[in-house]
């Protein structure tokens, strides 16, 4: 489904992103995890055209996205959750959730998944009418997955959905991203938490300055000596 192939990204003549390849393939969950300044946020950022990279592909069904527009990468059925929710603070829960079906012309069908939203996430409803910079943490989370989803992606791209959550608003969000996986869209995951992304991914690849240093099953990179002396404290 997705393909990324000998990606280099550069800020001005930093090289952030060092000429790394690697796949989503369809239904599965795959998470980059890696420490701060590895370069997780730069790949999301350039697969989702926010970003045009030095030279590489990025192959979404064997198109090309790389100079795809952003607004027509949505169209091509991937959206992203950004760090840090960045809801529209200003507006409404219910128009942030419009915004995100903003390039869909299917009226009903727009319609309907505002119903799965608010039936995914009941807390967006009770708050509809409420302007989203007035939510928690939690739920601003919850309305920038909602928002997403409302795009109708094939493929959704989630960087850092557990920063600064709660432990038990952490295991709710990553139950969500199971569910949403398991009803057919395919996730790639970015995230500081390894211990609970290695525990929900099919396949995992570990970024370190700029380049992917091991890959495998997440359960294969959770049992991995290196990795859990780097990223799960043992």
Excluded at 183 to 199: D, F, P, R, S, Y
């Amino acid at each position: 489904m997705l393909k990324i192939e000998n990606l280099v990204v550069k800020y001005g003549m930093i090289e952030a992103i060092k000429g790394i390849s690697f796949e989503v393939r369809d239904g599965e969950i795959v998470t980059l995890i890696g420490a701060n300044g590895a370069g997780k946020t730069t790949t999301m950022h350039t697969i989702s055209g926010l970003l045009k990279p030095e030279s590489g592909s990025i192959l979404l069904d064997g198109e090309d996205l790389v100079k795809i527009p952003s607004h027509k990468i949505v169209e091509r059925g991937l959206a992203q959750v950004p760090e840090r929710r960045r809801v529209f603070a200003n507006q409404t829960v219910e128009e942030n959730l419009s915004l995100g079906a903003y390039t869909r012309k299917d009226k009903e069908g727009v319609e309907e998944d505002l119903k799965n939203v608010f039936a995914r996430f009941p807390r967006l409803e009770e708050r509809r009418k409420q302007l989203a910079g007035t939510l928690s943490g939690g739920e601003q989370q919850m309305l920038a997955m909602g928002r997403a989803l409302m795009a109708k992606p094939k493929i959704l791209l989630m960087d850092e959905p557990s920063m600064g959550l709660s432990p038990l608003l952490v295991k709710e969000i990553f139950r969500i991203i199971e569910e949403i996986n398991k009803q057919g869209t395919t996730i790639l995951l970015v995230e500081q938490n390894a211990k609970m992304a290695l525990g929900i991914a099919d396949r995992a690849y570990v970024l370190e300055t700029g380049k992917i240093t091991l890959e495998g099953t997440g359960e294969e990179l959770a049992n991995d000596t290196r990795v859990q002396q780097a990223y799960l404290g043992g």
